[in-house]
C-alpha cells in the first residue's frame, strides 16, 4: 500500500472508530435498535437524498422484495418515513426522519470538529487547496458511486 493509500485508510478508519465510540457510548441513555445492515442501508439511504425504493435496491445491488423488506423494517423502527411522488402516484421514496438525523449527527459533528482544525493548522491557501482535491476526489475520481449516476441507472432499468 503507498503512503496516500495508507493515509486515506488510516483516516478513514479514525472516522468510523470515533463514530463507534460515540454510539457505543451513548448505548445505556438510547434506544439502539439498529442493526449493522440497517445502518449500512440508512447510510446509502441518506446519501441518496430521498431515494425511491428502487433506486436504493439499485445502489445496493439488492432484489426489490429485499429492499420493501430493509425499508419496511426501517419504517417501523422510525428512522424513515414515505412520501409519495408528485410525478408518480404509484412511487414512493424514503427520507430519514428526525430520529435518524439525531443518530447521525454525532458523525457530523466531528467532521466538523476536523474541518475547524484544518482550518487552524493549515494556511489558507493549503486549506482551499486541500477541499478542491478532496472536490476532485469526490466528484471525478470515485465515478461509480456518483449517486446521481445510479438514480438515473435505476430509473432506466426499471423502464425495461
Request: charged share 30%; hydrophobic share 30%; aromatic share 10%.
Amino acid at each position: 500500500m503507498d503512503k496516500l493509500s495508507k493515509a486515506l485508510s488510516d483516516i478513514y478508519s479514525k472516522f468510523r472508530i470515533h463514530f463507534y465510540m460515540q454510539i457505543f457510548s451513548n448505548f445505556e441513555t438510547r434506544e439502539a435498535t439498529l442493526t449493522t445492515v440497517e445502518t449500512f442501508s440508512m447510510e446509502c439511504i441518506s446519501a441518496l437524498k430521498n431515494p425511491t425504493i428502487a433506486e436504493f435496491a439499485h445502489m445496493m445491488n439488492i432484489s426489490a422484495p429485499n429492499a420493501a423488506y430493509r425499508v419496511n423494517s426501517l419504517l417501523q423502527k422510525g428512522y424513515i418515513e414515505k412520501i409519495q411522488s408528485k410525478e408518480d402516484q404509484r412511487e414512493y421514496h424514503i427520507r430519514p426522519t428526525k430520529k435518524y438525523i439525531n443518530y447521525s449527527n454525532i458523525y457530523e459533528s466531528y467532521l466538523k470538529t476536523i474541518d475547524e482544525r484544518c482550518k487552524e493548522r493549515f494556511s489558507e491557501e493549503d486549506y482551499n487547496k486541500l477541499k478542491e482535491m478532496l472536490n476532485i476526489i469526490d466528484t471525478e475520481l470515485m465515478p461509480e458511486l456518483n449517486l446521481e449516476h445510479i438514480k438515473k441507472a435505476s430509473k432506466k432499468n426499471k423502464g425495461n
